[in-house]
């Protein structure tokens, strides 16, 4: 049992950061959009990926090297380059909050949060690497309570992101207040991509 709740709450505390991720769920909720979707896709990823981590550890450390992060970045960088420029164009047409919602099928919305996942290299370091390697040294059952649990505080806490924003959508019906979340959401990606550009110039 205190493996479980070790487990929980290391998961928790990893998870807590804000990212591009977290700030996708937050959108998504705000919309009221496939927000089920992508709470439960964010949530399985994260169980794969932290049983992932805990199972194969020892053998994941030969595979996973300097090159394989670095393209990460790379893909995200683009990929986030890539949504920052939508968000832009959405902005200078004027698109309304309602046509945004409407115009989105769940296909589009799954590629994105997909990408949001796997593309993050800092996904890979919190669950396969750094829970991985935390839990190494525990016994096979113990492993399992350790990872069962921080998949338990991923799926509280994706689920708690999404539905809480769903909530507070009620403040952001109105076009003016979409723009100016849109403008957020510009901004945090805009600062989060020029980090991770200058992250991925130190490791060349």
Same mark, same amino acid.
């Given at each position: 049992?205190?493996?479980?709740?070790?487990?929980?709450?290391?998961?928790?505390?990893?998870?807590?950061?804000?990212?591009?991720?977290?700030?996708?769920?937050?959108?998504?909720?705000?919309?009221?959009?496939?927000?089920?979707?992508?709470?439960?896709?964010?949530?399985?990823?994260?169980?794969?990926?932290?049983?992932?981590?805990?199972?194969?550890?020892?053998?994941?450390?030969?595979? @996973?090297?300097?090159? +394989?992060?670095? %393209?990460?970045? /790379?893909?995200?960088? !683009?990929?986030?380059?890539? #949504?920052? &420029? *939508?968000?832009?164009?959405?902005?200078?047409?004027?698109?309304? @909050?309602?046509?945004? +919602?409407?115009? %989105?099928?769940? /296909?589009?919305?799954? !590629?994105?949060?997909?990408? #949001?996942? &796997? *593309?993050?290299?800092?996904?890979?370091?919190?669950?396969?690497? @750094?829970?991985?390697?935390?839990?190494?040294?525990?016994?096979?059952?113990?492993? !399992?309570?350790?990872?069962?649990?921080?998949?338990?505080?991923?799926?509280?806490?994706?689920?708690?992101?999404?539905?809480?924003?769903?909530?507070?959508?009620?403040?952001?019906?109105?076009?003016?207040?979409?723009?100016?979340?849109?403008?957020?959401?510009?901004?945090?990606?805009?600062?989060?991509?020029?980090?991770?550009?200058?992250?991925?110039?130190?490791?060349?």
């Amino acid at each position: 049992m205190e493996y479980l709740v070790l487990g929980f709450l290391t998961g928790l505390s990893l998870i807590l950061a804000i990212g591009a991720q977290n700030i996708f769920v937050i959108e998504q909720g705000l919309k009221k959009q496939y927000v089920f979707l992508v709470c439960i896709i964010c949530s399985l990823s994260d169980l794969l990926l932290i049983f992932l981590g805990i199972i194969l550890f020892h053998l994941f450390h030969q595979y @996973f090297n300097l090159f +394989v992060e670095l %393209t990460l970045n /790379i893909l995200l960088i !683009i990929f986030l380059i890539y #949504f920052i &420029y *939508l968000k832009i164009k959405s902005i200078r047409r004027n698109i309304s @909050f309602d046509s945004e +919602v409407r115009n %989105t099928s769940k /296909i589009e919305i799954s !590629i994105k949060t997909l990408s #949001f996942t &796997y *593309l993050n290299a800092h996904v890979y370091s919190d669950t396969v690497f @750094f829970l991985g390697n935390f839990s190494k040294n525990f016994l096979l059952d113990e492993k !399992i309570y350790f990872g069962i649990g921080a998949s338990v505080a991923s799926l509280i806490f994706f689920f708690l992101l999404g539905y809480l924003s769903t909530y507070f959508s009620k403040y952001a019906q109105s076009d003016k207040v979409w723009k100016l979340i849109n403008l957020f959401i510009i901004g945090f990606m805009s600062l989060l991509t020029i980090y991770i550009i200058k992250e991925t110039v130190y490791f060349l």
